[in-house]
């Protein structure tokens, strides 16, 4: 999968600019706010159709424009094709593969796959399980049209149940209970892909960090799902009755609370290194350590089940890491294209040997 042109018009601090990348490491350089992980935000913006940053794509629309466009020319599965995005201040975005509009986001899924690897990243063990969610949601949105699919009416259902709860409307109960009855159902969904993705997750990154840790450690992951569940293995159509029994025994604390408090949206990954919590009692370097092993597996994932490697996007996160750190990512990326953002880092630029790329005031210098 590679990304080899890549226009920008409008977005964040970019007018109009255009980046042209090589197979291969391509270091993005330049100094403060110049637009380095705003490029990185395009080309994933691509991936799913949201940012993995922004609250709004309104956020994304450079604020003396009405509307944004980015467009990349891909080569994957031994083809060209091009995809674009088109926002806009004012109508619905558009979203274009190969000249076709597309309905939805998700059929965005496996177009574009890339794996995201950001400062915040740094802290997925020990950070709230949030950042352990969206390691699952992205990699699986991309790989699996249907989880992408599901995971944005969850997200809708969500917003709308939580309003609905907020209101405390009497005769709302019966709408209130077909929109937790529909999220028990998406829900069965989301935990069946979740828990395979989960178990595969898990046995790479434990070959992964028992490498990097030169064998001292043992990295192990359990996913954490809705507690009436025994089995997320089984099919969703099994998930259903422990989903429900668990919605109905919730459902006067969602009233009272007016939040939802039974689905999908509370899973988790426990980590454990050596057999103790990682999240609790993980050290910096542990931490650091777990982390890349983890991006490392959801990149090996990517590659077994697409069989070509997913663009590596690594947002400033080589230069917070030490000599070792790096070099173990950089000996792992001797295929597949990578795109590395620094502030102009010059050890990092040599160690790569990759294609710099300079930035400077919302401008793509070459
Ligand atoms: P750093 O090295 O500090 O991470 P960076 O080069 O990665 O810097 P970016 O995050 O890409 O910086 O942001 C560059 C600039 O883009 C920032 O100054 C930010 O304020 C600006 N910016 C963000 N959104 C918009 C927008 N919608 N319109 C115009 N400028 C924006
Ligand atoms: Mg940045």
Redesign the pocket.
């Known amino acids: 999968m590679i990304v080899e042109r890549l226009k920008i018009e409008g977005f964040?601090?970019y007018k109009s600019s255009e980046a042209l990348f090589s197979d291969n490491i391509n270091v993005i350089i330049?100094g403060?706010?110049?637009?380095?992980?705003?490029l990185i935000e395009a080309v994933y913006y691509l991936t799913c159709g949201r940012s993995f940053r922004a609250r709004s794509d309104k956020?994304?629309?450079?604020?003396d424009c009405d509307g944004a466009k980015i467009e990349a020319q891909i080569f994957s599965g031994e083809r060209s094709q091009t995809i674009t995005a088109e926002l806009s201040k004012l109508r619905k975005k558009r979203l274009i593969v190969n000249g076709s509009k597309l309905k939805t986001a998700s059929e965005l899924s496996g177009r574009l796959t890339a794996v995201l690897f950001c400062p915040d990243d740094l802290t997925i063990i020990r950070s709230s399980s949030m950042y352990r969610r969206r390691l699952m949601d992205n990699c699986l949105s991309q790989l699996r049209p249907k989880y992408a699919a599901a995971l944005s009416e969850y997200r809708r259902l969500y917003e709308q149940k939580s309003r609905i709860l907020k209101d405390k409307d009497p005769s709302m109960a019966v709408i209130l209970d077909e929109y937790s009855q529909r999220m028990c159902e998406v829900s069965a969904v989301l935990i069946s892909f979740r828990a395979k993705f989960a178990k595969i997750l898990a046995e790479k990154a434990k070959e992964i960090h028992r490498e990097f840790s030169g064998g001292n450690e043992e990295l192990d992951i359990f996913y954490k799902t809705v507690k009436t569940i025994d089995d997320p293995m089984k099919k969703p159509s099994e998930l259903m009755p422990c989903l429900l029994e668990h919605q109905l025994s919730h459902r006067q604390a969602e009233i009272d609370s007016c939040r939802c408090l039974s689905g999908a949206h509370k899973d988790d990954l426990e980590i454990f290194i050596n057999g103790t919590d990682a999240k609790s009692f993980a050290s910096q370097g542990q931490t650091r350590t777990a982390a890349i092993s983890l991006k490392m597996a959801e990149r090996e994932i990517h590659f077994e089940d697409r069989g070509e490697y997913p663009v590596l996007l690594l947002d400033?996160v080589l230069s917070e890491l030490d000599a070792k750190r790096q070099d173990f990512i950089l000996n792992r990326i001797s295929s597949g294209q990578v795109l590395i953002?620094c502030?102009e880092d010059q050890s990092i630029s040599a160690k790569t040997g990759g294609k710099l790329i300079t930035?400077d005031s919302?401008k793509v210098l070459g």
């Open positions: 964040r601090n330049g403060n706010a110049q637009g380095k992980t705003n956020e994304l629309i450079n604020f400033d953002t502030c930035i919302g």
